[in-house]
């Protein structure tokens, strides 16, 4: 359930910002599009009274250690208590552009340049995270931003880290099942102590096969959650699409091997497939 | 990491590498503790680099409840054995470590750190947890040092039984920030490793090292040497010693002698055989042109003939021969660095010496040793690996 705050009430409590519009909220934060004094486009995320601190605290501490163009930049993080008026917001650079998920249409194929360019910026993101030992675990289309120009921007990173499984429902809804769609086999068994740099390289790994492919790698409709995690954990079936065999071998090597089930076998880095990206563009 | 032989030290090393070295066979020297006292390791190690060799420390925590003279001339050593029951390290010792660590690997120059670590035991989570640890503290010396930090991966016997937990113990050794791998497996008893299965996981899991674009070290190699490179590592450890020919655990136990075959004729290590045969007896009784096939020379073999009067060969000259000769073809295949091509020269060498066993069958000899034993089963893994681990070879291609 996204945590909503309606317009009027968001600008009856941070009177310093000019709010422009809401944006898409999450489940812990309502984001706005907002001006400050000077006219500069800022996003502005209320966080949610029952938000764990603890994961606010890696937040900032994450976002206040990187400065990489595909990475959301950090203004002003807010926390403070009167009588009467609690504050408790993250001030981000606005990004104008669209969510990826809207480039990531269903039967929508990138072109190979296209995709070339965009991931290997994206991969170049998850790179200086990883530099940082940071682990996004949420990579999920309405997490990477799509600037004007065309450029990835990675947003909300370091909240997955704790994504509380039981919270998702069993339903065929798929709606219902939203983040797992994006989850490693290591998210989907639960096993924290697994998680590190490669579970992030899986997610791109389904978004990359996602733009190339005009479909997701598991997930279907009709998909139920103990469905969809079975499909992470085993299918392999995703290799045998039509449009995926017609790649070239570079694409399918790269590509797979985002998608492959142990740890080990995917990629060291995400800065390796930012070089193999590059690499492989005109192919 | 240099890429070629190396030489992996054991028993009486010291001098047997300086020979080796200085007939142009090896790129470094892998100093091991328990067969050298610190004080001659440092002094050893300058020659070495004299030679032109690099050098670098295993300090061998794989049984940590081992000790012995040598051993307790390293202030590693003290960390060892406190580790040995409880496999767990407190803060403090992880100090004692990180001192330790430093100072014997800056006495020796070592030209990269090779982290301490316990063998992985089916994917223990206690071991895995400790040896993060270790490796952490390994991690902090090198980069103090300004040398590369190579994580140790030698998996154990109860890891080898499944795929499954070889690929989880990769996973965690592949999460350390490391610089490369030194990477062992461990076979069961057999002296030359002959199972196609086991062998082709130990292959299969150091292509999987090789596939993070990291060099790769593959220790305790021996005659496996040959395999080595065509799974990806950069360098190949080779011992003169039965028991440096894979790794072996009860090197770390208690020894009642210092082997060495006894009384037992030398076998001449032959590069078309990749394997051994008794000399003289087992050679003289082939026709010539089998014999000249088989007599593969080195340096240090032109004492032996066919001649059905020779004999007097040492047995210690046979392992110099040998380490020359596995030395001599791993450079060889070290030229190339493609590891598919160097697969397939490994295979090249394997079918001649199928074929070549063959034709002694066929001469009517039956190699007493059971030497012919793993030819072709290493063959048949070779292929395997070439077969099912295609895209792997595929994305080390797209890495180079």
């Known amino acids: 359930m996204p945590f909503n705050v309606p317009i009027d009430q968001a600008q009856a409590d941070y009177p310093e910002y000019t709010f422009i519009s809401p944006l898409t909220p999450g489940e812990q934060k309502a984001a706005f599009h907002v001006k400050d004094t000077q006219g500069q486009d800022l996003c502005l995320k209320i966080i949610a009274p029952n938000y764990n601190i603890d994961r606010v605290d890696r937040e900032i501490q994450a976002l206040q250690s990187i400065s990489h163009p595909n990475v959301v930049r950090l203004i002003e993080y807010t926390r403070s208590s009167k009588p009467g008026q609690q504050k408790h917001c993250i001030v981000e650079e606005f990004i104008e552009g669209t969510d990826l998920g809207q480039s990531l249409q269903s039967g929508q194929q990138w072109s190979r340049p296209d995709a070339s360019v965009f991931f290997t910026a994206l991969f170049s993101g998850l790179a200086a995270l990883n530099d940082l030992n940071i682990v996004h675990r949420d990579l999920k289309p309405t997490n990477i931003r799509v600037r004007t120009n065309g450029s990835p921007v990675i947003i909300d990173f370091g909240l997955a880290r704790l994504l509380d499984q039981s919270s998702l429902t069993d339903t065929p809804d798929g709606a219902a099942i939203g983040t797992p769609q994006y989850f490693s086999p290591e998210q989907c068994r639960g096993t924290k102590h697994d998680i590190d740099h490669r579970t992030d390289l899986f997610a791109s790994g389904c978004l990359l096969y996602q733009a190339l492919i005009g479909k997701h790698p598991f997930w279907r409709d009709d998909i139920t959650r103990s469905e969809l995690y079975d499909a992470i954990y085993e299918s392999n079936d995703y290799l045998d699409e039509p449009d995926f065999l017609t790649l070239p071998e570079q694409w399918q090597v790269i590509t797979g091997r985002l998608l492959k089930k142990e740890r080990a076998d995917r990629p060291h880095n995400a800065a390796q497939v930012e070089a193999i990206l590059q690499k492989i563009r005109e192919i | 990491m240099r890429r070629g032989p190396w030489h992996q030290f054991g028993d009486r090393s010291q001098n047997f590498v300086i020979e080796q070295l200085q007939q142009g066979a090896g790129v470094g020297v892998i100093i091991s503790p328990r067969d050298i006292g610190m004080d001659h390791a440092i002094a050893y190690s300058q020659r070495y680099h004299g030679l032109d060799?690099?050098?670098?420390?295993?300090?061998?925590?794989?049984?940590?409840?081992?000790?012995?003279?040598?051993?307790?001339?390293?202030?590693?050593?003290?960390?060892?054995?406190?580790?040995?029951?409880?496999?767990?390290?407190?803060?403090?010792?992880?100090?004692?470590?990180?001192?330790?660590?430093h100072a014997v690997n800056s006495s020796l120059s070592a030209d990269g750190l090779i982290a301490p670590a316990l063998i992985y035991e089916a994917g223990r989570p206690d071991i895995m947890q400790l040896n993060r640890r270790l490796f952490s503290a390994a991690k902090q010396v090198g980069d103090a040092l300004g040398i590369p930090t190579y994580a140790t991966v030698i998996i154990g016997n109860s890891a080898v039984a499944s795929d499954q937990t070889i690929k989880e113990i990769l996973s965690h050794a592949t999460s350390l920030n490391c610089e490369g791998f030194y990477y062992g497996f461990e076979f069961s008893s057999e002296r030359i490793p002959s199972s196609r299965e086991i062998v082709l996981r130990c292959c299969t899991a150091g292509l999987t090292l090789a596939c993070t674009g990291l060099p790769v070290l593959h220790a305790f190699a021996g005659p496996m040497a040959l395999l080595s490179l065509g799974f990806g590592a950069k360098g190949s450890a080779i011992g003169h010693f039965k028991n440096l020919w894979q790794f072996t655990r009860s090197r770390w136990g208690p020894t009642p002698d210092q082997g060495g075959g006894g009384n037992a004729p030398p076998r001449f290590f032959s590069s078309s055989l990749w394997g051994t045969i008794i000399c003289p007896d087992e050679i003289i009784q082939l026709p010539p042109t089998l014999q000249n096939q088989i007599l593969t020379h080195s340096p240090f073999s032109s004492q032996v003939s066919s001649s059905r009067s020779f004999s007097g060969w040492p047995v210690w000259d046979a392992g110099k021969h040998m380490v020359h000769t596995i030395c001599s073809v791993v450079s060889v295949i070290a030229a190339n660095s493609d590891p598919r091509t160097n697969a397939n020269s490994a295979l090249t060498i394997l079918q001649g010496a199928v074929t070549l066993h063959q034709n002694i069958a066929t001469a009517g000899l039956s190699l007493r040793d059971n030497t012919n034993a793993y030819q072709r089963n290493w063959q048949l893994a070779m292929n395997d690996l070439l077969t099912n681990h295609s895209r792997d070879f595929d994305y080390l291609a797209l890495l180079s």
């Not at chain 2, 409840?65 to 307790?72: H, P």
């Not at chain 2, 406190?82 to 767990?88: A, C, K």
């Not at chain 2, 407190?90 to 001192?99: A, E, N, S, Y």
């Open chain 2, 53 to 101: 060799a690099h050098v670098l420390f295993d300090p061998q925590f794989y049984v940590p409840g081992f000790s012995n003279t040598k051993m307790e001339t390293y202030p590693t050593n003290l960390t060892r054995t406190t580790i040995s029951q409880t496999h767990q390290i407190m803060d403090p010792l992880l100090v004692v470590l990180v001192k330790a660590l």
